[in-house]
């Protein structure tokens, strides 16, 4: 992985300048590293993946549930976008790197004038001809259930009038194999070195994309309400196509009640 990442990223540096010079040429030369990059880890990662329903032109904005780190170079594969993360992730090592370095847009979720300042950057690359990709649940899950979606983001789509486009994300494992929602899926308090070893140890991993063929819109009215009701919407829409990763255990059996026997007359 780092043999793969090291020369490319050094690629992109080099053609840094030519972007500058030629404006123009940025969104090709972007789309080439990025694209490459993604698609050379899904390889050495032993990820096999697969793409339904019809893909999103660009410019988009597209939502998804969130599994594990691998989701970002099985959407990075094959869609020219560019993700909108919280601003936490800056600060990780490497991935931070590699986050700011390609363009990902950070955007603080827990102070509301940070959406204000995050649009203008958000219809920059929409004006490209570029997508943005979210992942409103705002943490990775076990792959049971696609968690309510945090509506703060959704400003985004509702001020600049967008429609949003949806997609679920589905890992299985080989049969014989340890269940992707145990290799894959990385959730909880899961500290990440050993879960990304543990990964690396899987012979294969299979992936589905699922695009749904429906934009979700925001409502015309319905005031502060109206990002509340497209982020409802736009996760109805994601559950339809959504395959859990994990199965959900079947609840258990209520007690049955016993028919209490008479006490001795003796």
């Given at each position: 992985m780092a043999l793969l990442t090291a020369p490319l990223y050094a690629g992109w540096l080099v053609t840094r300048?030519?972007?500058w010079v030629v404006p123009r040429s940025d969104k090709g030369l972007q789309r080439f590293w990025v694209g490459s990059w993604a698609k050379g880890m899904l390889r050495v990662m032993g990820v096999r993946a697969r793409y339904q329903g019809p893909f999103p032109e660009a410019p988009f904005f597209l939502v998804s549930n969130h599994l594990s780190y691998v989701d970002i170079p099985v959407l990075l594969s094959r869609l020219d976008?560019?993700?909108?993360?919280?601003?936490?992730?800056?600060?990780?090592?490497?991935?931070g790197l590699l986050a700011r370095s390609t363009g990902t847009l950070f955007v603080d979720r827990s102070?509301?004038?940070?959406?204000?300042?995050?649009?203008p950057a958000v219809r920059g690359v929409l004006d490209r001809g570029t997508g943005v990709i979210i992942f409103p649940e705002g943490t990775t899950t076990d792959g049971s259930a696609v968690q309510?979606?945090?509506?703060?983001?959704?400003?985004?789509?509702v001020e600049m009038g967008l429609?949003?486009?949806?997609?679920?994300?589905?890992?299985?494992?080989?049969?014989?194999?340890?269940?992707?929602w145990?290799?894959?899926c990385w959730y909880g308090d899961a500290p990440f070195a050993p879960h990304?070893?543990?990964?690396?140890?899987?012979?294969?991993t299979d992936a589905t994309v699922t695009f749904s063929a429906e934009n979700v819109a925001a409502p015309a009215t319905g005031g502060s309400e109206r990002r509340k009701d497209l982020a409802r919407a736009a996760h109805r829409a994601v559950e339809r196509t959504f395959t859990p990763s994990r199965p959900i255990p079947p609840e258990p059996e209520p007690p049955t009640a016993r028919t209490a026997l008479p006490h001795s007359t003796r």
């Amino acid at each position: 992985m780092a043999l793969l990442t090291a020369p490319l990223y050094a690629g992109w540096l080099v053609t840094r300048p030519v972007a500058w010079v030629v404006p123009r040429s940025d969104k090709g030369l972007q789309r080439f590293w990025v694209g490459s990059w993604a698609k050379g880890m899904l390889r050495v990662m032993g990820v096999r993946a697969r793409y339904q329903g019809p893909f999103p032109e660009a410019p988009f904005f597209l939502v998804s549930n969130h599994l594990s780190y691998v989701d970002i170079p099985v959407l990075l594969s094959r869609l020219d976008a560019r993700f909108l993360a919280k601003s936490e992730v800056a600060s990780w090592p490497v991935a931070g790197l590699l986050a700011r370095s390609t363009g990902t847009l950070f955007v603080d979720r827990s102070k509301k004038r940070d959406l204000t300042r995050i649009l203008p950057a958000v219809r920059g690359v929409l004006d490209r001809g570029t997508g943005v990709i979210i992942f409103p649940e705002g943490t990775t899950t076990d792959g049971s259930a696609v968690q309510a979606f945090k509506p703060s983001l959704f400003e985004v789509p509702v001020e600049m009038g967008l429609k949003v486009r949806c997609a679920s994300l589905h890992y299985d494992s080989p049969e014989g194999s340890r269940p992707a929602w145990e290799t894959v899926c990385w959730y909880g308090d899961a500290p990440f070195a050993p879960h990304f070893l543990q990964f690396l140890k899987q012979r294969r991993t299979d992936a589905t994309v699922t695009f749904s063929a429906e934009n979700v819109a925001a409502p015309a009215t319905g005031g502060s309400e109206r990002r509340k009701d497209l982020a409802r919407a736009a996760h109805r829409a994601v559950e339809r196509t959504f395959t859990p990763s994990r199965p959900i255990p079947p609840e258990p059996e209520p007690p049955t009640a016993r028919t209490a026997l008479p006490h001795s007359t003796r």
